[in-house]
């Protein structure tokens, strides 16, 4: 459209543009145009300016902003996974293997996590991590997650073998398990395990590093050995919890004290075996050298402590944690404790693993609870306030009399009054030699 | 301002012009940019629901769990959901509200009784408020043009009509505990009930099916008692879900209760752990050892029909209730003890016995009265605080009474957490 131009050659009209100008002059048409004097439309606005003949750039920009929006959403979701693989049903980073196993070639499987209602025996590991050097293995790290039995005695004797060793200390905080530099244990929480019935084991998450009872360990490695495996243990937690689709999330648990590390102590004395005042090493089972026996207790369960929840939100901080357990070893320092070991079980779950080994014993105790004794096992459960409570006794072999049923009656006795259960009793009879 | 001239004889633009039409472009290539990536984000997570409504003073959305808030259809039938709330908390002040769940049935109108479409249940003494559903309007959809109860009359022929039958329904309350005694204790019975759970990382609150509660922090006393929060299931169906839903509805209501009460300067009420569950026990067992507390002993009948449940067993908390089940539909609450250490639940207890001992021969104040029996005492540095309570009738079967009965409970539990003796040997 005609346009009068100014002396200086811009157009005129009514100025519309951003920038500081003289207004122009009013418009008058040129009488030489020979027009009449119809308002021109307004030049197009400002922003319309700009916009116009760039619809590609506002198309682009849009599909920019959903593809960001895309994967914002994608990022948020959690499906993008980091580059190196998360082990045991994505539980555990690279960052929480490396604490576990030291760099090498590193290969992991593992077997799908099974429902909850089913269960593998005999702990046949679900998940292993195994470091190659030359084809030779090195080392392995396995994990296990499963509902422990009470129909076999598997769990009463081989996996409390291992993982209720006096060497295990209790975690702290809100999750119930034990941990040592070469086992770790936790119990999935009950809300996640369906609906347990009274009597029903607990489902646990287990960690194995290498042999049970290392020989030979120098102490500030186990001990960081013990934290990264507390750790582990924690994420393993927490990715079953996720995989099963339950609430909650433990929290990366703290170093573990110096004050919790296992320490076998020579015996006080016969009267007061595992630190328990009363509990007697009679000559009887334990023979003329009962005097040159080593002990080791439960880190954290030495003091007159009673064991129920003493990491609750009662506690103070500096209180011994629990997990329901109280593991002693007895036995010759040269021979690993390996004579007897005694616990007292006041974890509800647990004790019904050991107590369902009394529906056919071999010889039944009989007292204010019930009993019985299986030659490597003897089991005695008592009602206290907390529920179940097993005191339960575990050797090896024994010769013409058996240690266990010969400290048998003054464990119960001692342990039953330290927890406040009261007075229980058990008699014990003599075995025909 | 000297314009050039192009090649092609159109005026060029200023330099600076361009530069701020650049800059300027730039910015609403951004603000497209963004506007888009928000819009996808937000539609994709969802968050652009504008039919979802809230509840209890916007604490509760809809389409969550549990079942009361989320998408419920069953069996064909269609569930309606409402809502009511009072006036929002304030400091000292109740405040209740309720989220039900209704379906219309139709019915064939011959040969139905006229019924209540309210199928029993206890309302818990809500206070009537406004009907809510905010977000969307007032429209609670269940009961347009229809009535609650008859929805004929005697002698009408024919055609079939629409009931309303209540479902589902959580009631929640806040505000300080009741003042009274005798409704301190009701509420005491049924909030403390064994059969919840105690929450963890020390939050004073309990979860169970049916029912949830937590103390709220000091913050928000009033008149010396401490305010809480409850949520309970009514009706037929009293449960509202599992522990972790319940936890749930707690927690935010007791977050926006905080708020608006004027008393939420400190943390948030949060759990991140999962909840332990209830490690409890059902038993039917009455005898020398209620609760398994030695000297608990209530000598039950043959014609007794009393379920004893067994809480939390902690060194700072121990909850046991006892129930006569002699209706099985409707059981009733007829006894409780507990023993707590923990602050902010012996909070609870507070004005409910005066300064003097309980009688001779006790450590600690408390009262013993008939089938009721309180005492605080310390105990490793700590106010602990022991409670029984026991209906007529249950009170009658201690033995040898319920005055030694307590005390001997009280000695046991007192035995058991490390602390000395509170009531004299009987």
């Known amino acids: 459209m005609p346009q009068g131009t100014g002396a200086d050659g811009e157009p005129q009209g009514p100025d519309v543009s951003t920038g500081p100008k003289e207004p122009a002059a009013p418009e008058e048409p040129e009488a030489g145009d020979g027009e009449a004097a119809v308002p021109e439309p307004a030049p197009p606005g400002r922003w319309r300016r700009m916009v116009r003949g760039k619809p590609a750039v506002a198309v682009v920009g849009v599909l920019v902003g959903a593809l960001l929006g ?56 679900q998940c292993r991590i195994q470091r190659f050097k030359n084809d030779n293995l090195e080392w392995e790290v396995t994990a296990n997650v499963r509902k422990l039995s009470t129909t076999d005695g598997w769990d009463a004797r081989q996996w409390s073998r291992e993982f209720l060793s006096s060497r295990m200390a209790p975690l702290r905080g809100e999750i119930t398990g034990m941990v040592s530099s070469s086992r770790a244990w936790a119990v999935l929480p009950a809300s996640c395990q369906g609906m347990p019935r009274e009597g029903d084991p607990p489902t646990v998450v287990t960690l194995s590093s290498g042999p049970a009872e290392p020989r030979g360990e120098e102490r500030a490695e186990a001990r960081r050995y013990r934290d990264a495996l507390a750790r582990a243990l924690v994420h393993l937690a927490n990715g079953v919890l996720d995989k099963y689709g339950c609430e909650g999330r433990y929290p990366e648990p703290d170093k573990m004290p110096a004050s919790s590390l296992p320490e076998v102590k020579d015996e006080a004395g ?21 005097h040159a026996l080593s002990t080791r207790v439960t880190p954290g369960a030495e003091a007159e402590e009673s064991g129920a929840q003493a990491n609750g939100p009662g506690a103070k901080a500096g209180a011994p944690a629990s997990a329901g357990v109280r593991s002693c070893d007895v036995g010759r320092k040269d021979d690993e404790l390996g004579e007897l070991r005694l616990m007292t079980v006041e974890d509800q779950g647990l004790a019904w693993v050991f107590s369902e080994m009394l529906r056919h014993p071999a010889v039944r105790l009989k007292g204010t609870g019930s009993g019985g004794f299986s030659g490597d096992l003897t089991v005695y459960t008592a009602t206290c306030q907390t529920g179940q409570v097993a005191f339960v006794a575990q050797e090896e072999g024994f010769g013409d009399e058996s240690a266990a049923l010969a400290v048998l009656p003054s464990y119960v006795k001692s342990e039953a009054k330290r927890i406040g259960c009261g007075e229980v009793d058990v008699k014990v009879p003599r075995l025909p030699s | 301002m000297a314009e050039s001239v192009g090649p092609d004889g159109e005026p060029e633009k200023d330099i600076a012009r361009t530069t701020r039409h650049r800059t300027a472009l ?41 079942e009361v808030l989320g998408d419920a259809i069953t069996d064909g039938d269609t569930f309606a959901r409402s809502g009511k709330e009072s006036a929002p908390p304030a400091h000292g002040e109740r405040a209740t509200c309720s989220v039900r769940l209704t379906t219309t049935v139709e019915r064939d109108g011959s040969d139905d009784e006229p019924g209540g479409s309210d199928p029993g249940g206890s309302d818990g003494g809500l206070d009537d408020g406004s009907d809510v559903g905010s977000g969307d309007g007032s429209d609670d959809g269940s009961d347009e043009g229809l009535d609650e109860g008859d929805s004929r009359s005697d002698g ?32 005491l019975m049924e909030f403390l009930d064994a059969r919840a759970a105690p929450l963890p990382e020390g939050l004073p609150g309990v979860v169970g099916k049916d029912r949830g509660m937590l103390v709220l922090p000091r913050e928000c ?30 927690l935010s209501l007791a977050n926006t209760a905080r708020a608006k009460a004027g008393c939420d300067a400190g943390k948030p009420s949060r759990v991140t752990v999962p909840l332990r569950g209830s490690e409890r026990d059902d038993t039917f067992y009455m005898g020398d050892s209620t609760c398994r507390v030695p000297g608990l002993r209530l000598a039950a009948g043959r014609e007794d029909h009393y379920n004893v449940t067994v809480g939390a067993v902690e060194k700072d908390l121990q909850t046991c209730s006892i129930e006569d089940q002699e209706s099985v539909r409707a059981p009733v609450p007829a006894g409780q003890f507990v023993m707590t250490s923990r602050p902010r639940f012996t909070a609870l207890f507070t004005g409910l016995s005066g300064e003097a001992a309980p009688g001779k021969g006790w450590r600690g104040k408390g009262r013993i009265d008939g089938g009721n029996g309180l005492v605080t005492a310390e105990c490793r540095g700590r106010p602990t605080v022991f409670f029984l309570q026991l209906d007529d009738r249950l009170e009658k079967k201690a033995t040898p009474d319920s005055r030694r009965v307590f005390a001997r409970a009280v000695n046991s539990v007192a035995e058991r957490v490390d602390c000395p003796a509170v009531a004299p040997s009987t």
């Open chain 2, 26 to 66: 730039v910015l609403l290539l951004a603000l497209v940019v963004l506007g888009a990536a928000t819009l996808v984000t937000k539609v994709s997570s969802g968050a652009w629901s504008s039919t979802k409504r809230s509840f209890c003073w916007g604490a509760w959305q809809e389409g969550s769990d549990p």
């Open chain 2, 221 to 250: 006393d009033s008149g010396g008692l401490p305010s809480v929060v409850t949520v309970r299931g009514a009706g037929d169906m009293p449960s509202i879900g599992g522990e972790q839903d319940v936890a749930d509805l707690l």
């Open chain 2, 156 to 187: 009408e022929s024919s055609g079939s009509t629409e009931e309303t039958a209540e479902y589902k329904r959580v009631n929640a309350e806040f505000g300080p505990v009741p003042r009274g005694a005798a409704q301190r204790r009701a509420w």
């Open chain 1, 270 to 290: 016969p009267e007061e075996l595992c630190g328990v005042k009363g509990v007697r090493a009679t000559r009887r089972g334990f023979g003329a050298d009962r």
């Open chain 1, 70 to 125: 895309t994967g914002v959403m994608v990022w948020r979701s959690g499906e993008l996974s980091s580059t190196a693989k998360d082990m045991c049903w994505g539980s555990l980073s690279p960052d929480v293997v490396s604490g576990l196993v030291s760099d090498g070639e590193i290969r992991d499987q593992e077997l799908p996590l099974r429902a909850l209602s089913g269960s593998a025996h005999n702990g046949s590991p």
